[in-house]
């Protein structure tokens, strides 16, 4: 019931930028958060950025000062601008989303993944 479709991923060198959209779409009444989670081979997906629909902002310690979190609420689009990108950071980048559907049914859903790759 909610679809949510990031793009922008892509290869980029160390120190480059790449910048990463996710528009949520579908029965939604009202959107509390979204946000961003990455995963690596072999590892759990991480928490990376999140915001809040009055603009409250939070992020992990590993892209503070990199990463900028911001969003559209009209456009159900959240974006994360990723600037000094460092190898550690290749990982599929999944978009998530929560809050409510016209039916007033919660929903907390995740995107299919955009692939981000930083050569060294």
């Known amino acids: 019931q909610v679809q949510l479709v990031e793009s922008g991923g892509g290869l980029v060198q160390a120190g480059g930028s790449l910048r990463l959209s996710c528009a949520a779409s579908?029965?939604?009444?009202?959107?509390?958060?979204m946000g961003w989670g990455r995963q690596s081979p072999g590892n759990q997906r991480m928490f990376v950025a999140r915001i809040f629909s009055d603009g409250t902002t939070s992020s992990a310690a590993s892209v503070k000062g990199r990463f900028t979190i911001s969003r559209d609420n009209a456009k159900n689009t959240v974006y994360l601008q990723m600037n000094s990108l460092k190898p550690e950071d290749t990982a599929v980048y999944y978009c998530?989303?929560?809050?409510?559907?016209?039916?007033?049914?919660?929903?907390?859903?995740w995107g299919q993944g955009t692939q981000v790759t930083v050569s060294s």
């Open positions: 579908g029965s939604i009444s009202s959107i509390n958060a």
């Open positions: 998530n989303a929560n809050g409510r559907l016209v039916s007033m049914q919660a929903f907390d859903s």
